[in-house]
């Protein structure tokens, strides 16, 4: 592991910054670490389930047509 993280330092900067949050996931992952909601992310949320609410949602076609469109 030491000599892995030794390498890492000759790697570009954008490749050691994947890095990071790849491991932050892990170490969230496995201790247990909570992610704190941003008060932009609880507004996304709320207007989400506003959204459901009032039954603005895109049915399994629509999505399958949009997807096959731009992948398939």
């Known amino acids: 592991m030491e000599e892995l993280l030794e390498r890492v330092s000759a790697w570009p ?3 050691q910054e994947e890095l990071a ?3 932050a996931d892990v170490e ?3 201790l247990g ?3 704190e909601l941003t008060a932009e992310d609880i507004a996304a949320l709320d207007r989400s389930l506003a959204d459901v609410k009032a039954g603005r949602l895109v049915d399994d ?3 399958a047509a949009l997807f096959n469109r731009h992948f398939g």
Request: aromatic content about 6%.
């Open 13 to 15: 900067e954008k490749a």
């Open 21 to 23: 949050v790849l491991i």
């Open 28 to 30: 969230a992952s496995h």
């Open 33 to 35: 670490n909570e992610y």
């Open 61 to 63: 076609e629509e999505i």
